[in-house]
């Protein structure tokens, strides 16, 4: 009976322990699938937040671009004197150039407001007129001299101070004092919106002017000259460069101390702050071998030396994705070694290789720091003809008017973020498309 007892009592205890134990194992389950999906919902909160950032980031420089893609202008008859353009009636080029088309449009402002007289309302009111218009009337004038002596209409645009007006963005309920247009300025604006002599067009002297201290008469041009100058140089020397370093490590160089220290050192230079290239670039460059400053020349080669780890490390792991079966079949049909590289492996490498090339120009065309280092901050504002010529690039273009007091730098500085990331998008989108379209899963 004692044994039977304690036969029972020992089956029950070893069934409420597999019960205790079952029971702990469940409450464990549900603490791993609440923490599973806490880690879900943590997830999804940190994408939904960054895609909220991005989308506010977007909002804000788009919101304050859109107004630069617009200039307020005026449409002003001009009489077009010859005592005033061509005197002597040569039609010489230069004499045309350098005739005084400012006294032209003053006449023909003044002519719409006879009650301004006296000397400082007469100021007031042409400054309400861009600089720009004089080139206006110049370039019409030297492209048709036979218009010498006509009278016609000319769109002109206005100054910025007028031009931010008409976009709303000075509130004219403000006191005067507290504003940059005058209540008489105001006025005279209000006059030639009644007569129609004002029109809103779309901004083409954005895209097809370079840099200048009026913010109206601003534009990317330049900018963008310089950055398609400074990436040809960048892929020039970059790419082969690094091709030829990445077929060496990959496939030609012997495993050794040598060889290690190399890597490593490659490895770490993909991580060396872009600044330490510019310097090199200024004691290199322009300080040895007396290269010209401000030059997408000297900008492509300190970019080159700052993108080269980075295809190289692309490059390296593009070659490494070949299956060794290729190399074999290769080298049983009796290819050579060099064979085997540029007609077999290199082919079916390029499609990482050229992703990997892309994404380090896109880093490239975003820097600023290394080419503040070597000038490239300087205020240019001829569009550059070649990579010699003085230039300047999108980034730094964008840390110049950014760093400008006028308010309508402001929106210039916004729409080139805009280009500038509109470029970077497609070079990463093309990036996405030569992967997804050109590569071989084995």
């Avoid at 600089?131 to 009337?137: D, H, K, M, N, T």
């Avoid at 910025?160 to 005067?176: A, C």
Wanted: glycine share 6%.
């Amino acid at each position: 009976m004692t044994d039977a007892a304690t036969t029972m009592n020992g089956n029950s205890g070893g069934g409420l322990a597999t019960r205790n134990s079952g029971e702990a194992v469940r409450k464990s389950l549900k603490r791993r699938y609440a923490a599973e999906k806490r880690f879900q919902m943590y997830g999804i909160l940190a994408i939904v937040f960054a895609i909220c950032m991005l989308g506010l980031l977007f909002t804000t420089i788009i919101g304050k671009a859109v107004p630069a893609f617009t200039q307020t202008m005026i449409n002003l008859e001009v009489t077009l004197y010859p005592q005033d353009i061509d005197p002597d009636g040569t039609r010489d080029p230069q004499v045309l150039s350098r005739a005084n088309y400012r006294t032209v449009i003053r006449q023909a402002f003044f002519d719409l407001f006879p009650d301004v007289t006296s000397r400082r309302d007469k100021r007031q009111l042409f400054e309400m007129i861009s600089p720009g218009a004089v080139f206006e009337i110049r370039d019409r004038v030297l492209k048709n001299p036979d218009l010498i002596g006509e009278r016609l209409t000319i769109q002109m645009p206005l100054s910025d101070d007028i031009d931010q007006l008409n976009k709303g963005q000075i509130d004219r309920n403000l006191p005067e004092a507290e504003r940059r247009v005058k209540d008489k300025q105001i006025a005279w604006f209000e006059r030639l919106e009644n007569r129609g002599l004002v029109e809103t067009v779309f901004n083409t002297t954005f895209f097809t002017a370079g840099d200048s201290r009026e913010p109206e008469l601003a534009g990317i041009r330049g900018a963008a000259m310089g950055s398609l100058f400074t990436m040809l140089v960048t892929l020039l020397v970059s790419f082969p460069l690094a091709v030829s370093a990445a077929i060496y490590l990959e496939e030609f160089a012997p495993v050794n101390k040598w060889t290690q220290t190399i890597e490593v050192n490659i490895n770490n230079l993909a991580a060396v702050p872009s600044i330490v290239f510019g310097l090199l670039g200024l004691a290199v460059f322009i300080n040895f071998f007396g290269m010209p400053r401000s030059a997408p020349v000297v900008g492509g080669l300190v970019l080159a030396l700052m993108t080269l780890p980075t295809i190289i490390i692309a490059a390296r792991s593009a070659l490494k994705s070949v299956p060794p079966s290729i190399r074999e079949a290769a080298y049983g049909l009796g290819a050579s070694p060099l064979q085997v590289i540029t007609h077999h492996v290199l082919p079916l490498a390029m499609p990482g290789i050229l992703t990997g090339t892309i994404i380090g120009m896109a880093q490239a065309l975003g820097e600023t720091a290394p080419l503040l280092m070597i000038g490239m901050v300087a205020f240019i504002v001829d569009i550059p003809q070649g990579p010699l010529d003085p230039s300047t690039v999108l980034p730094v273009q964008i840390y110049i008017w950014a760093d400008s007091p006028e308010r309508a730098f402001v929106e210039r500085t916004s729409a080139a973020i805009c280009v500038l990331l509109a470029f970077l998008v497609f070079m990463n989108v093309s990036a996405v498309f030569l992967r997804k379209r050109f590569e071989r899963k084995w």
